[in-house]
């Protein structure tokens, strides 16, 4: 066995890492733009050669094969006998027709933050953000003015939070409760998977008012119009609804600091005794080195907002604990998301 000195290739530390992620945004742009131009919604309805396939999504002839074939390398496409098709995974998550459809938070991505996050040195110079939110308007003042960019929004965020919202529905001990409610629910993904698997409860949405309809929309498809109710309001003028439970899912990284002391009392007032707050974000863990993803999340809240932060799961203990909880606890849900409860 020879042992590397620094001068024989063995010593040289690698450069793929630095190099793939510094130029991921090809990655990531190729992606956004397939789901921009509906290649998985086109390619639903069966696989297609080339000129087929760049006739029906309106693609130059110069780019377009080289587009393709990069879904092909990706992984996001494949390629038989000249015909492209979709992956098992892209014909289900990016098929605009199928209610498994994800590519709502991609298309936010793509019209919102692609552009935002360009800014980025700009908000680690000056601590400001880069988004709408950077003329000093309200963050969703500005994005609900537009019915379209509401909709896509709200949307967008039950593409991603559909795999935390049905964790939280079936593992949080639900049979100990009979009133839950969702705050800051957006189209309600949270709140409609509760109440799907726990036909027992008594559901409410709560958020701002120009919410109702996409919420009320989403509640019927779902066939639950009985029992999970719309409680227009905003948490910072008005008490929350009162319930057994009440959650905030990506809802506390929004705010500052003094923000979120007053969300977590207004929760702990509005939970009887004994009652439960689940709060669920990309926790970062507590030695902060680890989940790559929520220490991100929270630059994205960087570009996205003017004091908004992610957290570990000791921060919002002790904001808890602060507030008068007196049991509290951290549970890994999918992917980066963490909940974390309080019991009053
Ligand atoms: C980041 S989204 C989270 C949505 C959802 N809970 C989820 O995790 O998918 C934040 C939500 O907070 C709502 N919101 C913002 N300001 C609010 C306020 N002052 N009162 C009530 N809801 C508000 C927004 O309308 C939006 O639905």
């Known amino acids: 066995m020879t042992t590397a000195t620094a001068n024989t290739p063995e010593a040289v530390p690698g450069l793929d890492h630095i190099m793939q992620t510094g130029l991921a945004f090809w990655a990531s742009k190729v992606l956004l ?42 992984g996001f496409l494949v390629r038989e006998d000249g015909n492209y098709s979709n992956t098992p995974s892209t014909g289900l998550y990016l098929d605009k027709h199928k209610p498994s459809y994800v590519g709502g938070l991609l298309e936010m991505a793509n019209h919102r933050l692609y552009r935002f996050w360009g800014g980025l040195t700009t908000a680690l110079r000056t601590g400001l953000a880069q ?47 009979k009133t839950a409610a969702d705050v800051g629910t957006a189209q309600g993904d949270l709140i409609v998977q509760v109440a799907l698997a726990n036909p027992h409860l008594s559901c409410i949405g709560f958020d701002l008012a120009e919410v109702a309809a996409v919420f009320e929309d989403y509640v019927e498809s779902n066939g639950l119009s009985a029992r999970v109710k719309f409680h227009g309001g905003s948490f910072f003028t008005d008490p929350l609804p009162k319930a057994d439970v009440i959650m905030m899912g990506h809802i506390l990284h929004d705010w500052n600091l003094d923000e979120k002391r007053m969300l977590v009392r207004k929760a702990y007032d509005a939970v009887p005794e004994g009652g439960a707050f689940v709060v669920y974000d990309s926790i970062i863990d507590d030695d902060r080195s680890k989940n790559a993803f929520g220490l991100m999340m929270s630059l994205n809240m960087l570009i996205e907002t003017p004091g908004g932060f992610d957290y570990t799961g000791a921060d919002c203990i002790g904001w808890m604990k602060e507030a008068g909880f007196r049991e509290t606890r951290v549970e890994h849900l999918v992917g980066p998301d963490s909940m974390v409860v309080g019991i009053k």
Not at 138 to 164: C, H, I, N, Q
């Open 33 to 74: 733009s397939a789901v921009e131009t509906e290649v998985f919604t086109e390619l639903a309805k069966g696989p297609e050669d080339l000129p087929t396939l760049t006739g029906r999504l309106g693609l130059h002839p110069r780019g377009a094969r080289d587009f393709l074939d990069s879904l092909v390398a990706l």
């Open 131 to 177: 988004s709408e939110a950077a003329q000093g308007n309200d963050t969703f003042a500005t994005l609900y003015a537009d019915p379209a960019r509401l909709k896509e929004f709200l949307r967008a965020m039950t593409g991603v939070s559909r795999g935390a919202n049905t964790s939280i529905a079936a593992r949080f001990p639900w049979a100990k409760y």
